[in-house]
């Protein structure tokens, strides 16, 4: 079982090729290169960025939840999981992390489940899921929402209850706390730095992140 254990970074911040801020709410798509490392720092805490993975070879063999939950015998995503596709072939694997534990079955935010789990004019709320489409259709020719699958909840606190329920806690991120992670063959990034107002997973307050690629 992991234990929220704690691995720090061996990389420089001011060695990065790339040193971005994404906006709460806002989308982000960027391709790694095999051996490229890419790092999520939580600038301001407990926020959730919703993120996928697509092989740029073969961009319908998208990130599966199912196929790295099975292929590590575990449920939680730290330092040492491998992301894998729908294929099963490994697309990164995550190298430091300093909160030990992010949710991948959480799935993203949408309009439906906005209706569903708070109330009826909460539909039209600005959601992950129209991020990842608005995203999708401006740099990837031929995906559509058929290519959104269940996606990882970076430094969001999902626990499994030992009757098997999902609670959706208080996060376990705090300001500064990163996730690290190496390309293992070239990769496109999805990301939607949850814009989500009705969810204690990022306080109900949606804050910037900050994005950073080294060069392999
Ligand atoms: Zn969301």
């Known amino acids: ?99 030990g534990r992010h949710d991948t079955l959480g799935g993203a935010c949408s309009s439906q489940s906005n209706k569903v789990r708070y109330a009826l004019e909460k539909e039209h709320m600005h959601n992950c899921r129209d991020n990842f489409m608005q995203q999708l259709a401006n740099n990837m020719n031929g995906l559509n929402k058929r290519d959104l699958a269940p996606n990882i909840n970076f430094f969001m606190n999902v626990p499994v209850t030992k009757e098997g329920g999902l609670k959706f806690d208080d996060g376990v991120s705090a300001p500064g706390k990163y996730v690290e992670m190496e390309a293992l063959k070239d990769v496109m990034v999805l990301i939607s730095n949850c814009p989500q107002l009705n969810n204690p997973c990022n306080a109900y307050n949606p804050t910037p992140v900050r994005l950073l690629i080294w060069e392999a």
């Open 1 to 99: 079982m992991f234990g929220l254990v704690e691995k720090k970074s061996t990389l420089k911040l001011e060695d990065a090729i790339y040193d971005g801020v994404l906006e709460a709410g806002k989308g982000w798509m960027h391709e790694l290169k095999e051996g490229q490392r890419f790092m999520i720092l939580d600038m301001e805490g407990n926020q959730a960025v919703d993120t996928t993975f697509y092989d740029l070879e073969t961009p319908e063999d998208h990130y599966s939840a199912i196929k790295t939950i099975v292929a590590q015998k575990n449920i939680y995503l730290t330092t040492g999981t491998i992301l894998r596709a729908e294929s099963g072939e490994p697309l990164l694997t995550i190298t430091a992390d300093m909160t």
